[in-house]
């Protein structure tokens, strides 16, 4: 994988895999690519790792004061392990002298049971080659050296092999099904149901107009900024040429922009001034034209005295709409345009949907 | 200094003409290391050499181990022994001998299952990993 393509640390937390211990092969383990933003953390395919679990057999040893380095062999790759000595252990078995006296041997010594658990103890961390190793821990690099850091290590006990094909074979699955299929945090919205892709295309649709401040438009030209919700779709085919037939992506998105296109109609955003083969579409909140024509009836028709008292009804706005501006204007569109008016003071409400001018 | 890896071998793999060919032994010689199992069948303290021998396609195989490391341990004739060690050509052995660093014995194991997940691991490496897998493949391309 290219270092760029690496995921960015903060979405680390969202592969199930970074939190867990791996369990890979050690010669994964050892080839593993260093990220490039944090140190100690490494990349198998695209998943971060830091914590990986090792069964091996012991084919190297060396002990010092406070830790052991383990060779753990696991038929694929040799990895050091570096396993820290725990209080207990560091204590020597040097008390041998306090055997327990001969009348003492048939009750019950707690001293002496707590050094047999303690004998117990050490037989599970002390391990001599040729012994079975698990091993858990964090991956460090120290001298250009691969190694693990334990946080839990201890012997197992396998002889007859069973926990050792069982490991290999689970290993194996575990490659199969999580760390070899690649992390698609996209398909998690891609995966969504399709109403939540149109909510989206017309919320992308909608800051586009408003970005740009668009006062008209024709379908296809707001075509491509759809485009990102198909991530596979290939270039919309050039004006003139028909999209090629069985792009089922492309064809998606035509039915997308079209559900949008009359969702966005229902709730008045965008309005056709006229019906006709050539689909422009005004934008509600930029025809100036609009605004004026509503402006000018509230104005007009406040003065006559039927309505000065009261102010103009909603439904008396919209038929002079209708008759001066166009018959395509929705009750949606002009709630629009006569909340937008109000919240610049040039109508007031009278009350619930009646309105005036005011004139001073 | 960390010993190399030890690569699942099956016994008859080790006596195939890939590992006793002059040259490829030389090449790999102390450098090739394997793990392998199969039953007890003779040893000699004296000359610390032990024999391991199975049976596979109606065939005997032998594989001659030199057990001067792992000494002194407790031979129990017919028993299942896994051993993890390097491949040397030594005079007065036919075909090659295993220079043992782990010896143990693991009697009862399930032989079947073991090869079945042994090839199964091959398998994947070879999917994944052509490089690794070449190595495996020489011994392999003999049987």
């Known amino acids: ?360 | 200094m960390l010993p190399a890896v030890a690569v699942y071998y099956f016994p008859w793999e080790v006596n195939s003409g890939a590992l006793q060919d002059g040259e490829s032994v030389r090449t790999f010689g102390s450098k090739t290391n394997f793990a392998h199992f199969s039953r007890l069948t003779q040893y000699e303290p004296e000359k610390s050499r032990a024999s391991l021998t199975t049976q596979h396609a109606s065939k005997e195989h032998h594989v001659v181990i030199n057990t001067s490391f792992v000494e002194p341990f407790n031979p129990i004739i017919g028993a299942q022994y896994i051993v993890l060690g390097e491949i040397e050509t030594a005079q007065g052995v036919d075909g090659v001998r295993v220079c043992a660093r782990v010896l143990n014995c693991v009697d009862g194991v399930n032989i079947a299952l073991l090869q079945k997940v042994i090839n199964e691991q091959r398998s994947f490496f070879r999917e994944r990993r052509p490089d690794l897998w070449s190595l495996l493949q020489r011994s392999r391309a003999c049987l």
């Open chain 1, 1 to 360: 994988m290219d270092p760029a393509e690496e995921l960015p640390s903060m979405l680390w937390g969202l592969d199930p895999i970074f939190s867990a211990f791996a369990r890979l092969h050690v010669t994964d383990i050892l080839h593993m690519r260093e990220s490039c933003q944090v140190p100690d953390i490494y990349f198998y395919k695209s998943h971060p790792i830091h914590k990986v679990d090792v069964l091996g057999t012991v084919v190297y040893k060396r002990e010092r004061e406070d830790f052991f380095c383990y060779g753990v062999d696991d038929g694929t790759g040799v990895i050091n392990c570096l396993c820290w000595k725990n209080d207990p252990m560091k204590e020597e078995l040097d008390s041998d002298g306090g055997k327990p006296s001969d009348d003492l041997q048939h009750s019950f010594n707690l001293a002496v049971e707590v050094k047999k658990l303690k004998q117990a103890q050490q037989t599970h961390f002390r391990l001599e080659i040729g012994e079975l190793l698990r091993v858990r821990g964090q991956v460090k690099t120290s001298r250009q050296q691969r190694e693990m850091m334990a946080s839990t290590y201890y012997k197992v006990n396998d002889p007859v092999m069973a926990v050792q094909i069982e490991w290999m074979s689970d290993v194996l699955q575990l490659y199969r099904e999580f760390y070899d299929k690649p992390l698609h945090l996209q398909n998690i919205s891609a995966s969504e149901s399709p109403i939540t892709s149109l909510s989206k295309a017309t919320q992308i649709i909608k800051d586009f107009l408003e970005q740009k401040a668009v006062s008209k438009f024709r379908p296809y030209d707001i075509q491509d900024i759809l485009q990102p919700l198909f991530p596979s779709c290939p270039e919309v085919a050039p004006a003139g040429q028909e999209p090629v037939a069985g792009s089922s992506t492309c064809q998606q998105l035509h039915v997308l922009l079209k559900e949008a296109l009359q969702l966005l109609q229902d709730e008045g955003v965008v309005y056709r001034k006229v019906k006709s083969q050539d689909e422009v579409y005004f934008v509600t909140a930029q025809d100036k034209d609009l605004l004026m024509a509503v402006k000018d009836i509230i104005r007009e028709d406040s003065k006559r005295e039927k309505y000065q008292e009261k102010g103009c009804h909603i439904l008396h706005i919209l038929s002079s709409v209708r008759q001066r501006h166009s018959m395509n204007v929705s009750k949606a569109v002009l709630e629009l345009v006569l909340k937008s008016l109000e919240c610049n003071s040039d109508i007031i409400s009278t009350r619930d949907n009646y309105f005036t001018y005011f004139i001073i």
